[in-house]
């Protein structure tokens, strides 16, 4: 250090005294230090060499420091120290362990295209400004935790980086844009109570093992959509956003995931899912979707058993063209209706297992036209407080709608049930809540097996028996 504090007078001079490029350097140890070179000259130490531990401990550096291209053959470690000028680490190797422990960038930091042999971490680190690790290769764990991205327009980014062990983001906040674009994850990555005011980007980005992301808080953008010219975002093994808050809305569109759990999870303001792919089981029991944006699951594909439990939706819901290749249940859940406009759509939906909407609410208008239902459909219980429509419907087994209640039009016109339908205990409303005349209709209706239809009178004004086909027995 003496060296660095020995400027003189004559600028020359003193810009020599603070060029390394090149050079090589044992155990290097700096404690307690504050170095300001005259005239905001830069350190250079390109290209250097760096053969033993570093350590810098509770100092601070005023000057622009460039370690372009440097080579650490043992460790680097960084504790509470300031850099109040931009840090150059680009193209550099790391053999030992990189670690920055209560450390404090107020400009820029570069790690561009470094080569990390070592675990790399972060703890109660601050960087005011922007960073890149911009296809970074890290053979060894990266763990950044407790610390602060501060700049408000571009936090920084990991575009094309490739993470050879797990990657652990935890209890760190991002004011600006964040991004993972294009980069490869090959043991996973937990995002976990995380703080992010600004998008979030996972363009392209392939995580070979679990994404985990619970307790996070999205205050910007979730974004996992990609451009023609990016592969899909793909997360091999389960995508985990247990208990997140999404203050923005997400778009998770045209991504690939193996298994996904959104439980207790939070939408102010919807979300999409158009195109997605689920290939294990997907599950989004206990969510809640508010009044400021839709929920859009459509055109996805679910290879697993998708469950919405006691899910509660306040705008529409848009599930049309989506095929469940298993299992799908809905018990429970709520469709409520802030406004006029706001529809439940199943259209064109393939049920390919079992599905179960026992003892859910809808006060949003129901539309499940031209569905196809491969196994038993159960509406249990179910209430109908704005119309259902149910016509060109194709049930290939037994459809169950015990005791539910009808409280609006409903249509099953050409709808066909390959099995025994089950209409015991139903209530058929005759007049809707201000009084209007209700009819329900069943023209063209096919009920292949048996129909109950006890607790109908056979003669009402809302709900002709005669215009439906059943090829079984008809209970009153």
């Known amino acids: 250090m003496d060296i660095l504090n020995s400027f003189g007078e004559d600028e020359e001079e003193s810009r020599l005294r603070t060029q390394f490029i090149g050079a090589r350097f044992g155990e290097v140890k700096i404690e307690g230090e504050s170095v300001e070179p005259p005239s905001d000259q830069p350190i250079d130490l390109t290209h250097c060499r760096f053969q033993d531990h570093i350590s810098l401990t509770d100092s601070k550096f005023n000057a622009e420091i460039d370690f372009t291209g440097a080579t650490f053959e043992g460790g680097l470690e960084i504790v509470d120290t300031t850099f109040g000028h931009s840090v150059n680490f680009n193209c550099s190797s790391f053999d030992g362990k990189l670690l920055f422990d209560g450390v404090l960038f107020d400009d820029r930091v570069y790690f561009k295209t470094i080569t990390a042999s070592a675990p790399v971490e972060l703890t109660s680190t601050t960087l005011n400004a922007w960073f890149s690790f911009r296809d970074a290769a890290f053979e060894g764990e990266v763990k950044i935790k407790d610390s602060s991205f501060n700049a408000q327009d571009i936090s920084g980014t990991f575009h094309g980086a490739t993470f050879e062990h797990k990657a652990i983001f935890e209890s760190t906040s991002i004011a600006g844009d964040f991004g993972f674009s294009t980069a490869t994850f090959q043991s996973g990555l937990n995002f976990v109570e995380m ?50 808050s999404f203050g923005a809305r997400p778009k998770l569109s045209g991504s690939v995931f193996g298994e996904a759990s959104f439980n207790d999870v939070s939408f102010a303001t919807g979300a999409t899912f158009e195109q997605t792919q689920f290939k294990g089981k997907a599950s989004f029991s206990n969510i809640e979707s508010k009044s400021k944006g839709t929920f859009e699951f459509t055109n996805v594909t679910a290879d697993g058993p998708v469950t919405f439990d006691d899910a509660s939706f306040t705008k529409s819901v848009d599930l049309s063209d989506t095929q469940f290749r298993a299992d799908v249940t809905f018990r429970g859940a709520w469709f409520r209706k802030s406004n006029s406009l706001d529809r439940f759509d199943a259209s064109n939906v393939s049920f390919g297992g079992r599905v179960s909407f026992a003892e859910a609410w809808f006060m949003q208008p129901a539309r499940f036209t031209n569905i196809e239902v491969s196994e038993t459909a159960q509406f249990e219980d179910v209430h109908f407080d704005s119309k259902s429509d149910f016509s060109g419907a194709e049930f290939d087994d037994s459809i169950q709608f015990r005791d539910t209640t009808f409280r609006y039009t409903t249509d099953w016109s050409e709808a066909i049930v390959n099995g025994d339908a089950d209409f015991s205990g139903v209530d058929w409303e005759a007049t809707n809540r201000i009084g209007e005349p209700v009819k329900h209709t069943m023209t063209g209706m096919i009920i ?29």
């Open 195 to 244: 703080m992010t005011k600004s998008e979030v980007v996972f363009s392209g980005t392939v995580i070979a093992g679990d994404l985990i992301c619970d307790q996070t808080e999205f205050e910007g953008m979730l974004d996992f959509t990609s451009p023609s010219h990016y592969p899909k975002t793909h997360i091999e093994g389960k995508g985990s956003f247990n208990e997140v």
């Open 448 to 476: 292949q097996g048996n129909v109950n239809f006890s607790s109908l009178e056979q003669e009402n004004d809302f709900l002709d028996l005669s215009e439906i086909s059943v090829s079984g027995e008809q209970i009153h």
